[in-house]
C-alpha cells in the first residue's frame, strides 16, 4: 500500500506534456531585471546603483531582517537603473535592471561540473553558505533557506523530508531536474542533514514518476556505498493525489503526524525542503554558486514547444516565450506556477524570480470559471478539503461576516490548495471567498494575541 | 490572445457540474423507467411524460415570471425530480395527479424555499405524500394496466405490503397470506407486479445504485445504512414471531425501500453532507420505515420516513463534521 | 358535553392568568436598569444603524452621547447637524457645527481613458481583486471597478455606471457615513467637503506613478506635474508622490487649476459656467479625453451643461 495523506484529496489530470523535455539552457537575454523581493520576508535593499558593474554571482541585494535573503546578479554587465518595475501581477516592486555583457563570474564560485561529495563538518559553515548564496525554498512558498533549517533550539528535527511530489498537474522541473541531477540533490539533502543532525533522510516521489524513483534510488545506493554521510537516506514511494506537496499533506503521507492548527512542521519533529531547493543548497555549498539560475517548464497543450529550460533569475518572461515562439493564438491565460495553486500572469513584460517553476498557458475552454450556480449541497468540497474543512460552511459565513464562527470552523487552517473550487459542480467561487476570510482571521488572531506579548 | 484573462486559483476545474451530476442521476434512473414503461405500457408513459414536462414547465415559469432570475432548468434537476415523482405514483393514475404532484413538488417544496440547493424537503416525496393523503383512493389503487409484455398479470389488486397489512387487520398470520396470495422473492426482485412504478423491479434499481456508485456520484453509506437498518429492524421482530412480523428480504424488496433509499435519501440537498451523518440519517429512515410499517396504519411508510429525517439534517449537519487535519 | 367545554375554558384561563402573573413578576426582577435618555436620544437618531459614526450602531452611539461630557467627538455623519443639534437638545449639552461632508470618488479610469490589458475572471470582488493583482488595466492605483463600494453603501447612494465602468456617488443620497471608503480597497474614495451650493473641486486621481508611466496607463491620470500648485493662489494644493491633493479646508474653489490641468485630472462639481480658462488655451487632447468620461457625476470641465441641476 502505497503512502499518502489521510484526509481528503482531488485527482486532476497529469498533463506532464512537457516531462520527455530534457533540460534546455536559455541563451542569456540582453536585458535582465532582478527583483528585490523574490522570497518571503522582508525585500532584499538594493547595494548598486545605475553604472555600476557587476559580476555573475555578485551579491546586488542586502537582506532586511531576520525572515529575508540575499539577491545575486545573475549576468555579468552594468546596472542600468533601480527602480519600480511591475511584477508578474503587475504591482510596482523595485528591481535592478543590468545591461548584459558577457559572462565573467565572480571569485570563489565553482563553475566545473565536477561532482564534489564530501560533505563539510561544521553546520554552521553549511549555513553560512546557504545563506550567503540566497537560497530559498523553491517548492513555492521562497521561504529562506537558512532559516528554516535553523530551528528554534527548543525544537528539534527528527526527519528530514525531500519534496520530489510535484503533485500540481503540467509542471516537470522537478521531474526533470530527479532525473538528471539526481547525485547533487542527494549530496544537497545530506548537507541539509547534517545542519539538522537528523539520522533520516525520506524523498518523497508520487508513483507516476517512476524514472526519478529509479534515478534517486540510484544516487543513493552509488553515494552511500561510497561514504557514511549518505546513511539513512531513501525514496517513498507515495500514491498520485493532489496536494500531496502541500507541506502538512506530505508529513502526515510519510510520518502519520499532524501538524496542529497553526503549527510549524518543526512543531513534530519534521522538516520539509523540495527537491530544487535541495540541488540550490548542493550548488551553494559545494560549488559556492549563488541562486542565480532555476529550471522552468514552459507548457500547455496550445503551447506548441514544451520545453524544460534553465533560466538565469531576472529573465523577462517574454522573452522566454519569444524565444519558443511566442505566445500561442488559444491561449487565454497565462499561469506561473501550476494550475491549482500558480498565480495568474497580468504582465508578461514580468521578470523571472527565484521561485518561478513554471509558465503554463491554458486555453479560454480549460480555464474559463462557469458562472456560479446555486450550491446542491453534494458536500464534494468537503469531501476534497485535504485540510478536513467544510468549504460551503465556510463559503457562507464568510459571506455573512461571521468572524467568530469562521474561526470555530478553522478557516485559518486552510491551505489554498483549490481543491474546493476545482470540485464544485455548482463552480462557486469557494476559495475566492474563503482566501479573504482566512486573511481577515489570522489577522484577529495575531491582534488578540499580540497584546499579551 | 489580447488580453489575458486573470483569477485566482485554482485554475483548472473538474468536468463535474450540477447538470453532469442529474444527468448521471437520469441515467441510472433508466432501467427502473424502462422496466416501468415494459410492464405498465402506455399508462407508464403516460404518467412519466406528464411528471416531467410538468416539472420542467413549472420550474421554467416559476424562474422566469416569478422570481425572475435567470432559469435554472439546464440543470437538469427538475427532470430528476419529475421522473421520481412518476416512479412514486401508480402507473394507472390520471395524468392531472401528476400535475397536481408536479405542483407540490416544484412549485411548493422546492421554489418556495428558493429553488435547487435551498429546500429541507425531497421535492419528489413531498408531491408522492401530498398525493396519497390527498387521493387515497387513486394512490393506492394498481393494476389495470396493459403492459407491453407480461399481458394480464399486471392486473393485481394491491401492493405486498398492502395485503400483507390487510391480511393482518383481519386477524389473518403471515404464513395464511403468504399461502394466499404466493409471493416469490424472485419475482420481486425482477418484476414485483403491484407496486408503484418505481417498485416492481428492485434489480433495475440496484443496477442504477452500481452506477451512481461508479460515477461516484453519491456515497452508499446512506442507501447501506437504510437497508442495514431496515434488515436488523425486521430481522428481530421476525425471530420474535414470524407470524406476525414479515421477514428481513421481504421487507427490503418490497415497497420503496429500495428506489427511496437509492435515489430519495441520497439526495443532495435534503441529506446531510458527511458521512457520519449520513449514517445516522439513514437509521433513522430505517428505523421509521418498519415502525410504520410494522404498527402504524399505512402499508408503507418509507417516504414519511425520508421526509421525517429531512427535517432532521441541519442539527445533523451542525453536529457531524468530519474531522479536521491536525486537531483532536 | 359542555361541561367539559366549561372545564377545559375555565382551566385554560386559570392557567393563563397564573402564567402572566408569573411572566409579570419575572420581567419586573430581570428589569434592566437603563438612563432614560438613551432611549430619548435614540428616538431622535436616524436609525440606519451605519456604524458612520464609530459605534456599533445607534444605540451604541446615543449611549455614548448620554455618558459623554460633550458632544465633540461624537457625531452623526448621516443625521448631520440637524440632529445633533436635537441631540443636543436632549441633553442640554451643546453641538458643534460641522460642515457636510460626501462620498468623492477619486479616479479618473474611465473605459475610455484606461485601456484595460486584461481581463478579471474570478468573484466580483474588490478586495479579492486588489489582493491578486493591479487591475486590468495599467494603473496600479484606480478603481477595480467590481463595486465593493457599492455593496458596502446602505443607503443606495453608489452604483456603478456601466458606461464608465467606475462607481457614482449619488450626492442627495450620500451621508458620508464613510462605508464605502472602508470598503474600497484602493483607498480612492475619500470624504470631502460637500462645499457651498454643492460646489466642491478636487483632484479625481491617485496615481503615484511618474508622470509618463501614470499618463501611459491613463490618459486623464495626474501626472504629479505641478501646475495646480503652482497656480493655486491659496496654497491648498501639494504634490506628493507625484499626485496633487487639495485640501478642501484651504480651497475657496477658485477654479484655476482646473484650468491648467493637462491631463484634466482636477474635476470641478457643481459650477453654474466652465472653468475660466488660462491666457493661453487648455490643451486639446485632455478636455476631449474626459468628455467621454464622466458624464454625469463629476461634469468635467468641457462638459458643462449638465452642472447646473443637482447631481442626478
Known sequence: ???????????????????????????????????????????????????????????????????????????????????????????????????????????????????????????????????????????????????????????????????????????????????????????????????????????????????????????????????????????????????????????????????????????????????????????????????????????????????????????????????????????????????????AIANLDAATLKGTSSVLFLTEAQTRRNPETNCIRCGKCAEACPMGLEPFLLNKLARNGMMDELEQNAVQDCIECGCCLYSCPANIPLLDIIRVAKGDVIRIIRSRTAPKK | MNKLLVSPSPHIHSKTSTRSLMLDVVIALLPSVLVTILFYGWSAVVILASSVVFCVLLEYLITKYLLKKPGTIGDMSAVVTGIILALNLPPTAPWWVAMIGAIVAIGVAKMTFGGLGQNVFNPAITGRVFLLISFPAIMTTWGGAKGFIGGADAVSGATPLGIVKEGLMQGQTLQQIFDLHDFSYAQMLFVNMGGSAGEISAIAIIIGFIYLLARKVIRPYITLSILVTVAVFSGIFWLIDPAQYTDPLFNLLTGGVLLGSVFMATDYVTSPMSDKGGIIFGIGIGIITMLIRYFGSYPEGMSFAILIMNSTVPLINKFCKQKKFGRA | MTTTIIWTIVAITVLGVLLAVVLYLVANKFKVEEDPRIDEVEKVMPGANCGGCGFAGCRAFAQSCVEAANLDNNYCPVGGNEVMKKVAAVLGLEAKEKAPMVAVVRCNGTCANRPTVNEYDGIKSCKVKAALYSGDTGCFYGCLGCGDCVAACQFGAISMDPETGLPVVDEEKCTACGACVKACPKKIIELRNKGPKNRRVFVSCVNMEKGAAARKACSAACIGCGKCAKECPFGAITVEHNVAYIDFNKCKLCRKCVAVCPTGAIHDVNFPTPAPKPEKPAPKPAAEAVKPAAPKPEPAPAASPATDKKEE
Open chain 1, 1 to 343: 500500500m502505497k503512502k499518502t495523506f489521510s484526509i481528503g484529496g482531488v485527482h486532476p489530470d497529469d498533463n506532464k506534456i512537457s516531462a520527455g523535455c530534457a533540460i534546455e539552457v536559455l541563451p542569456v537575454p540582453k536585458t535582465v531585471y532582478i527583483s528585490m523581493a523574490q522570497h518571503l520576508g522582508g525585500p532584499a535593499k538594493a547595494i548598486v546603483a545605475a553604472g555600476d558593474k557587476v559580476k555573475t554571482g555578485q551579491v546586488i541585494g542586502e537582506p532586511t531582517g531576520f525572515i529575508s535573503a540575499y539577491v545575486h546578479s545573475s549576468v555579468t554587465g552594468t546596472v542600468k537603473s533601480v527602480g519600480l518595475r511591475k511584477d508578474l501581477a503587475g504591482i510596482p516592486v523595485v528591481h535592478v535592471e543590468i545591461e548584459v555583457a558577457p559572462d565573467e563570474w565572480a571569485e570563489g564560485i565553482d563553475t566545473t561540473d565536477t561532482l564534489v561529495t564530501e560533505i563539510p563538518q561544521d553546520p554552521k559553515f553549511i549555513v553560512d553558505r546557504i545563506k550567503s548564496n540566497g537560497v530559498v525554498g523553491l517548492g513555492g512558498a521562497t521561504f529562506p533557506t537558512n532559516v528554516k533549517l535553523c530551528p528554534p533550539p527548543d525544537k528539534k528535527a527528527d526527519i528530514l523530508i525531500l519534496n520530489g511530489a510535484e503533485c500540481e498537474p503540467y509542471l516537470t522541473s522537478d521531474y526533470r531536474i530527479m532525473i538528471e541531477k539526481p547525485q547533487q540533490i542527494i549530496v544537497g539533502a545530506a548537507l541539509m542533514k547534517r545542519v539538522l543532525g537528523v539520522d533520516h533522510v525520506v524523498v518523497g516521489i508520487e508513483e507516476n514518476k517512476p524514472e526519478a524513483i529509479a534515478k534517486m534510488k540510484e544516487a543513493i545506493a552509488s553515494l552511500s556505498a561510497a561514504s557514511s554521510d549518505y546513511d539513512g537516506i531513501e525514496v517513498v514511494t507515495l500514491k498520485k493525489k493532489y496536494p500531496q506537496g502541500g507541506e502538512k499533506q506530505l508529513i502526515d503521507a510519510i510520518t502519520h503526524r499532524q501538524v496542529k492548527s497553526m503549527g510549524l512542521p518543526i512543531d513534530v519533529g519534521a522538516v520539509v525542503q523540495n527537491v530544487a531547493t535541495s540541488l540550490a543548497v548542493y550548488d551553494a555549498v559545494q560549488k559556492n554558486k549563488p541562486l542565480i539560475d532555476n529550471t522552468i517548464t514552459v507548457t500547455g497543450e496550445c503551447f506548441p514547444k514544451q520545453s524544460n529550460l534553465l533560466v538565469r533569475v531576472g529573465t523577462p518572461l517574454s522573452y522566454i516565450i519569444d524565444y519558443l515562439g511566442g505566445v500561442p493564438e488559444t491561449a487565454a491565460k497565462a499561469i506561473s506556477g501550476g494550475p491549482m495553486m500558480g498565480k
